[in-house]
């Protein structure tokens, strides 16, 4: 397989010289990528929202949790954390996308109250929606399809263990071999989140992040790199090189393997679609989830990305996060990095 990839890998990869060139890649690849994560086979329908509960958490913040209906028949419940507003200026936006082993939107919007919840909050810093909206932002935290309360049957109970777990294993089996995949799924959920935000006009729609921690970030890289609507990025636990982390590391979650992806692009030139937005990686040192060459791994494909970025004369948008620790979400200078 090693020796396939570095025969047949990459065949679509980042290679502009200008931002023209760059403007042609990017509208090619994009329309590749979305051939084969099945984009293309999703269904739009009206959203329908409701709002079935809405109630203060701490600090003025309002959740609500709402149901979109995604395609027709499929809802998505996401909470809706909605800080104070302060002066007449509308509040921005962050999509939060749920990782894995959090109990989905549960630990992103920090439901503390649930034991399970709070623990995974303790280890991974999985609370990034609550945080985002303590910095003033409304954050969007939705059940990825898989997750919280869209498990399929096999893990449905109410027990710990399945609550926290997610079933893309079973929603992949089912998926691909009918031409879809969880990353297109996802990434189309989000793009209806996006038009839920549109529509609802409450908040400004020119300023829109998406912020995720390793399965979420899997998802805020995938929305960004297809649809332009999101303005800032912060991808934290999740950017490396395809062979060390997924091909060689092959233990991950079923999520991550997209048939064919690696015959055309590697993480960098996903990351390249990015340009030249704000983008925020977070990577840690100790994570071991960058492969055997630990950060080097994450550095290579930054490179890529910094090329892309170069063209526009904007490498200082990128923002490298590094801290000494392990697999979880990193606060530090989120601030810093939203003010620059
Ligand atoms: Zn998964």
Redesign the pocket.
């Known amino acids: 397989m090693k020796k396939r990839w570095k025969e047949q890998g990459r065949k679509n990869k980042f290679s502009a010289k200008s931002v023209e060139e760059f403007q042609e890649w990017k509208e090619s690849v994009r329309q590749i990528l979305k051939e084969l994560i099945g984009l293309d086979r999703m269904e739009s329908c009206s959203l329908n929202p409701q709002c079935l509960e809405r109630v203060e958490i701490e600090d003025g913040i309002i959740r609500e949790k709402i149901l979109i209906q995604v395609e027709p028949e499929v809802y998505m419940p996401v909470f809706v954390l909605i800080p104070p507003k302060k002066g007449e200026e509308k509040l921005s936006c962050f999509l939060a996308p749920c990782g894995?082993m959090g109990a989905g939107k549960y630990s992103v919007a920090g439901v503390r109250d649930i034991p399970a919840v709070a623990d995974k909050i303790e280890l991974f810093h999985y609370d990034y929606g609550l945080k985002m909206a303590k910095l003033g932002y409304v954050a969007l935290c939705p059940d990825a399809r898989?997750f919280g309360e869209r498990r399929e049957k096999a893990l449905q109970g109410a027990e710990e263990d399945e609550f926290i777990n997610?079933t893309?294993f079973h929603l992949a089996h089912m998926a691909e071999p009918l031409g879809m995949t969880?990353a297109g799924m996802n990434t189309w959920d989000l793009m209806r989140l996006l038009d839920y935000v549109e529509e609802r006009g409450e908040w400004d729609i020119n300023t829109i992040g998406c912020v995720g921690f390793s399965?979420g970030g899997m998802q805020a890289l995938w929305l960004s790199a297809l649809d332009d609507r999101v303005k800032k990025i912060i991808i934290s636990g999740y950017f490396y090189g395809i062979e060390d982390s997924l091909l060689k590391l092959n233990g991950n979650?079923?999520?991550n393997y997209v048939p064919h992806l690696w015959e055309h692009v590697d993480m960098g030139d996903l990351g390249a679609l990015l340009a030249p937005r704000p983008l925020m990686i977070q990577s840690g040192r100790e994570d071991h989830l960058n492969g055997e060459k630990g950060l080097k791994n994450v550095e290579e494909q930054l490179l890529v990305v910094k090329d892309a970025y170069n063209l526009f004369g904007m490498e200082d948008r990128i923002f490298h996060d590094v801290w000494d620790g392990g697999h979880c979400f990193h606060q530090e200078h989120i601030e810093g990095f939203l003010m620059r």
């Open positions: 894995h898989g997610s893309c969880l399965g979650c079923s999520c």
